[in-house]
């Protein structure tokens, strides 16, 4: 019979083989869903803009360290308290305006951008403004602004150009739109706008090519059927602020015109003029400056940002779904992999890595790469793994390895709550108590490796026949094995404890079981069922069922036997020895 063992072990090998080959592809599966599912989510996040404010907020922090400083080449004219004190209240006749010009002509700048509103004609000094207009055409190099203003709602947006006077005698117009953010704040700007095609270059983009050149590809511009009604934009890039946002060199508009400035302050220079004083027009928000920046330091921060090429491409939208989810994705993948099931470290080391490459396009590539969907997916998966695994480790301490079934702790544990919900609820809980007959005869005949399989297939079969979802089934010794049966009597006990001596009974000639073809597997039994009114705890109930497992032993084993009352587990050990 010992020839046995030879086949016995072979067989129990490719057991385990293909167990342990399956469920590596069962986990390889569950990570690739894992992985899709996380795909998705970033998707999700980005598509939705769910989290546009945390990473506006996110991309302050991280270019702050990288902004350019103001450059000395551009300079701000500003209408300011003095300039206002000495010459007299705003607006002003646009005779000044054309000193201003004639004087900036005469020093020789490399351009002017006259950030102020010239919509309109004046009406009583129309001299003033035919000087204003041969004075820019003889400077060729001013730059004039093209403002939006907001429509009513469902009204169409109104475009604020200069009288075509004006418009014809500059080098070029450009818009001062500013676009903020969803929290209002304005972190960048866009190339070109207009109300139904984006014709306009922003106006620092003019000052910066004051002699204009061809559009370059519309690549965000979408025609609509509305777009004659509404301004649109395209080119959007982000900007660094010099630090501070105001710290361009700067003089007062009457100390220019009054010769007050030296011509090698000017001479060579981005000239802008525009409001300073305090009250008067518009305020940006900006990053970093709650009290918001003038307009005018806000178009010489994109002049500083184009001339010193430190503009930030927001990466696009298509690019970045799919890096975010890769850098998800693959985490998620590696944790199916053999030795990665139970590591953080993928997931804190794709977390890093996102972080790190947003860092690198940010200060190497001027590219913006928003990492916070997928550092919160990664930061949801590693909250999930660990929840997991600490979910492994409580069942893994509270199941047999070899069966996987419940151990002696969790069969105690769940016993004592089982009498406790019988006692409120009065259904009654049996239980059985089983034991391999001659068990160590048969490993002695049919090997270690016919034994390991003896006890998963009589697992299996006490699963089969205990299968709703609070039946617990526990080995509780070496060849012992517990069921729980909650709301079960004791006539449905006997019936399942009848049906396991059928499913064993057919088991000799079974070659999927893995047993040897000669091994004969029975087991007995002990019945004992609680009713509402048995006034035992735990341990007097297993000493029942042990009991009752006894006589059937005592029986000629391969059968069950309900405790009846007459004798306790006690005294039947007792009487064995």
């Known amino acids: 019979m010992r020839l046995a063992d030879g086949p016995s072990r072979r067989q129990g090998a490719e057991e385990r083989v293909n167990s342990s080959r399956r469920t590596l592809r069962q986990r390889i599966k569950a990570r690739a869903l894992t992985a899709l599912g996380g795909a998705a989510l970033v998707a999700a996040l980005i598509l939705s803009g769910a989290t546009a404010r945390v990473d506006a907020w996110l991309f302050d922090a991280l270019s702050r360290p990288t902004a350019p400083a103001a450059d000395p080449r551009i300079v701000v004219v500003a209408i300011d308290q003095p300039s206002l004190a000495e010459l007299g209240q705003w607006p002003w006749s646009r005779r000044v305006h054309a000193k201003l010009i004639d004087r900036l002509t005469a020093i020789g700048t490399r351009g002017i951008a006259l950030d102020v509103l010239l919509t309109e004609s004046a009406l009583y000094d129309p001299e003033g403004d035919a000087l204003l207009a041969r004075a820019l055409g003889r400077n060729g190099r001013t730059v004039l602004p093209v403002f939006v203003e907001a429509s009513a709602a469902g009204g169409p947006a109104v475009e604020l150009a200069p009288i075509p006077e004006f418009a014809a005698s500059a080098a070029r117009l450009g818009h001062a739109d500013h676009a903020p953010d969803r929290d209002g704040v304005s972190r960048g700007m866009y190339l070109h706008a207009g109300l139904g095609v984006p014709r306009w270059p922003s106006l620092a983009l003019a000052l910066r090519d004051p002699r204009g050149g061809n559009l370059p590809d519309l690549q965000d511009f979408d025609a609509r059927e509305d777009a004659p009604r509404r301004w649109t934009r395209d080119g959007y890039l982000l900007l660094p602020f010099a630090r501070p946002a105001d710290g361009f060199h700067r003089v007062s508009y009457a100390d220019v015109l009054a010769g007050r400035v030296a011509d090698e302050d000017l001479r060579d220079r981005w000239i802008l003029v525009g409001i300073d004083a305090a009250g008067m027009g518009d305020t940006v928000a900006v990053p970093g400056r709650g009290d918001g920046l003038a307009e005018i330091y806000y178009q010489a921060n994109a002049l500083n940002a184009l001339v010193n090429d430190a503009t930030i491409a927001p990466m696009r939208l298509a690019a970045r779904i799919a890096l975010s989810a890769l850098l998800v994705a693959l985490p998620l993948l590696l944790l199916g992999l053999p030795g990665l099931e139970r590591l953080w470290r993928p997931l804190a080391i794709a977390a890093a890595a996102t972080l790190l490459l947003s860092l690198a396009l940010l200060a190497l590539a001027g590219t913006w790469f928003p990492p916070l969907p997928a550092l919160l997916v990664l930061a949801l998966g590693l909250a999930l793994w660990r929840h997991r695994h600490r979910k492994e480790a409580r069942l893994l301490a509270q199941t047999d390895t070899l069966t996987g ?132 705890d735990a341990a007097e109930a297993m000493n029942r069922v042990e009991a009752a497992l006894y006589q059937a032993k005592q029986l000629g084993r391969n059968r069950s036997f309900a405790y009846n009352g007459n004798t306790t587990g006690e005294e039947e050990r007792n009487a064995a020895i």
């Open 405 to 536: 079934l419940a151990n002696r702790a969790l069969f105690d544990a769940a016993l004592g709550r089982e009498l406790h919900a019988t006692r409120l609820n009065g259904l009654p809980l049996s239980m059985l108590l089983i034991d391999i007959d001659r068990f160590h005869q048969f490993i002695s005949t049919h090997g270690d490796a016919a034994r390991d399989v003896a006890l998963r297939v009589l697992g299996a079969a006490l699963r089969n026949r205990a299968r709703r979802p609070r039946d617990l089934i526990a080995r509780i010794g070496f060849d012992e094995f517990a069921v729980l049966l909650p709301e079960t009597s004791a006539d449905a006990a006997a019936a399942i404890a009848t049906t396991l001596h059928v499913d064993l009974a057919g088991l000799p000639g079974k070659r999927e079981t893995g047993l040897p073809e000669d091994a004969r597997l029975t087991v007995s039994i002990g019945i004992h069922t609680i009713v509402q009114g048995d006034a035992h």
